[in-house]
């Protein structure tokens, strides 16, 4: 079997403190394309889910005001520059304006094959993994990372 390199995915939920189309969120639906343009166009961006409007923001898995962002990267470092090095850190500072705060995990990240794209089912038991028995190598945080294992 030929395997390419390793990439890291990620799933990250937020909870909607108010109607997407409502004027509480109007600021994260303005800066949505600007930010997912922004992913698009960093070092190391493999792929993101998205519908034909090009977000994620009407794929609802995990309930009607819950949205989801589900990326792969070519390594942790390159989705961490994005995350917190780039000009997505002010709109992440704002977090509070436009979602609820999460009971549980809202980030989860595992290794996947390079060629291989993950589904929202396979992210969400991912993230459910990360709550029940904390980071593992299956299902892990940027705070406790682990090193990429992929069959031979």
């Given at each position: 079997?030929?395997?390419?390199?390793?990439?890291?995915?990620?799933?990250?939920?937020?909870?909607?403190?108010?109607?997407?189309?409502?004027?509480?969120?109007?600021?994260?639906?303005?800066?949505?394309?600007?930010?997912?343009?922004?992913?698009?166009?960093?070092?190391?961006?493999?792929?993101?889910?998205?519908?034909?409007?090009?977000?994620?923001?009407?794929?609802?898995?995990?309930?009607?005001?819950?949205?989801v962002n589900l990326t792969v990267?070519?390594?942790?470092?390159?989705?961490?520059?994005?995350?917190?090095?780039?000009?997505?850190?002010?709109?992440?500072?704002?977090?509070?304006?436009?979602?609820?705060?999460?009971?549980?995990?809202?980030?989860?990240?595992?290794?996947?094959d390079g060629s291989a794209r993950?589904?929202?089912?396979?992210?969400?038991?991912?993230?459910?993994?990360?709550?029940?028995?904390?980071?593992?190598?299956?299902?892990?945080?940027?705070?406790?990372?682990?090193?990429?294992?992929?069959?031979?």
């Open positions: 079997m030929n395997i390419a390199q390793p990439n890291i995915a990620q799933l990250n939920i937020a909870r909607l403190a108010a109607p997407l189309d409502s004027p509480r969120l109007k600021g994260f639906v303005d800066l949505l394309a600007e930010i997912n343009d922004l992913a698009d166009r960093s070092p190391g961006f493999v792929w993101r889910l998205q519908d034909e409007s090009g977000d994620a923001t009407a794929i609802r898995p995990f309930g009607d005001d819950v949205i990267w070519e390594s942790i470092e390159a989705l961490y520059a994005y995350t917190y090095r780039s000009a997505h850190l002010p709109v992440l500072q704002r977090r509070r304006e436009w979602f609820e705060r999460s009971a549980g995990p809202h980030l989860v990240l595992w290794w996947i993950p589904t929202v089912a396979e992210a969400a038991r991912r993230l459910a993994h990360l709550d029940e028995h904390g980071p593992t190598p299956d299902a892990f945080t940027f705070r406790t990372q682990f090193a990429a294992t992929l069959p031979a």
